[in-house]
């Protein structure tokens, strides 16, 4: 295989799904997160087929016979930059969340149970079982407040060779999720990348790990990678709503997180679930649901979410805690589906 000059956008790109766009005229860089440009474009995907958020002909997620994580989960979390505490807890029980079955329904069990329903050329099932291992934390930044794609693979690198507690070198089951601070930026956040997912390449990290980059947009870009508890200034009249853990960047990389994890248990090494032609940009089972929360979501729209008695907007419950978390593509019914969907 020619090694790319940087990984491809496997990416929690934009909140607008643009997917008609996409499978239509194959890969689109310049994506604007919201609002879809083509107001009425998701009008003709969606439009025959209104019972079911994402539904589509159009779309032909397709298996490619590589590996997908069958065997238990575990997340190293490397925290890059000035993370405080609290923040921390948030994503760990999110991350822990996701096999917690005594949540109260909707729950992230329930959400991570369309993911478990894909399967390896074997008929093994993706693995219920997800749970947060060591963390590594970079607090000084070892690789500059900005990082290319490239050098995110040098900041995991680092991670797993650090002189005290590297990180376990786990190739089979092991999922790298760096997490940069607010004052990070990495190549294409914000223009129309909030995160992306790859392998790092033997040549830098010395081992193939699958690995995730998700980044805390707060100061830079809230409405364009945490939206809808941001919205961006250039559209008028939309409103914000409330985030369900009292923190804008935070709860907004949740859903983010979620993408990735779910499309690194499907797609670890780019050879397994995604549609589209290109496996230099394929399209995964998260990138097809983008910007969809619940029932009737699709285009500009997120679909119907849940309203806390304090006022915050979630879709789903974990541990202790509640979260908003984009719906995943479901390849036994043909469209997105989550664990708050309304029965029609
Ligand atoms: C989208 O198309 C429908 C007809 O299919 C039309 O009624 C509607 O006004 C259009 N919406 C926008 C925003 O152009
Ligand atoms: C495993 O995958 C198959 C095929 O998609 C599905 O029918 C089954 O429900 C899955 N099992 C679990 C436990 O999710
Ligand atoms: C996988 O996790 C489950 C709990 O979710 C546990 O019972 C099982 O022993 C684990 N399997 C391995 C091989 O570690």
Redesign the pocket.
């Known amino acids: 295989m020619i090694m790319p000059p940087a990984p491809p956008l496997t990416a929690a790109k934009t909140l607008a799904p643009l997917l008609l766009l996409l499978i239509l005229t194959g890969p689109v860089f310049c994506w604007r997160p919201w609002p879809t440009t083509k107001p009425n474009s998701t009008d003709i995907l969606y439009g025959g087929s209104k019972r079911y958020e994402g539904s589509s002909e159009f779309v032909h997620l397709k298996y490619h016979m590589g590996p997908v994580l069958t065997a238990n989960i575990t997340v190293y979390p490397i925290w890059y930059g000035t993370w405080q505490p609290s923040h921390k807890r948030i994503i760990r029980e999110f991350i822990s969340s996701i096999s917690a079955a005594d949540s109260k329904p909707p729950s992230v069990a329930g959400w991570w149970?369309t993911v478990?329903?894909?399967?390896d050329q074997t008929?093994d099932?993706?693995t219920?079982s997800v749970r947060v291992g060591e963390e590594k934390n970079d607090r000084f930044y070892s690789h500059g407040k900005s990082l290319t794609r490239l050098s995110v693979q040098s900041v995991i690198k680092s991670a797993v060779s650090a002189a005290t507690r590297p990180l376990p070198v786990n190739p089979k089951s092991g999922v790298y999720l760096l997490l940069t601070s607010d004052d990070v930026h990495v190549q294409d956040f914000c223009n129309n990348i909030c995160g992306f997912h790859y392998f790092t390449f033997p040549s830098i990290v010395g081992y193939t790990l699958p690995y995730a980059w998700v980044g805390n947009s707060a100061k830079m870009c809230p409405g364009v990678c945490a939206y809808p508890f941001a919205v961006p200034e250039y559209i008028p009249g939309l409103t914000a709503v409330k985030s369900p853990n009292g923190d804008v960047g935070v709860d907004g990389m949740i859903s983010v997180i979620a993408h990735e994890i779910a499309e690194l248990a499907t797609n670890p090494l780019v050879n397994a679930w995604y549609a589209g032609g290109d496996p230099v940009f394929p399209v995964e089972i998260a990138d097809l649901c983008e910007g969809i929360y619940g029932t009737g979501g699709g285009g500009s729209y997120t679909g119907q979410m849940l309203n806390g008695r304090d006022g915050a907007t979630y879709n789903m419950n974990g541990i202790r805690r509640r979260f908003l978390v984009q719906w995943v593509w479901n390849?036994?019914l043909n469209y997105c589906t989550g664990p708050n969907a309304l029965d029609h």
């Not at 478990?116 to 399967?119: A, D, G, K, N, P």
């Open positions: 149970r478990q329903q894909y399967t008929g099932n993706i219920r390849h036994l």
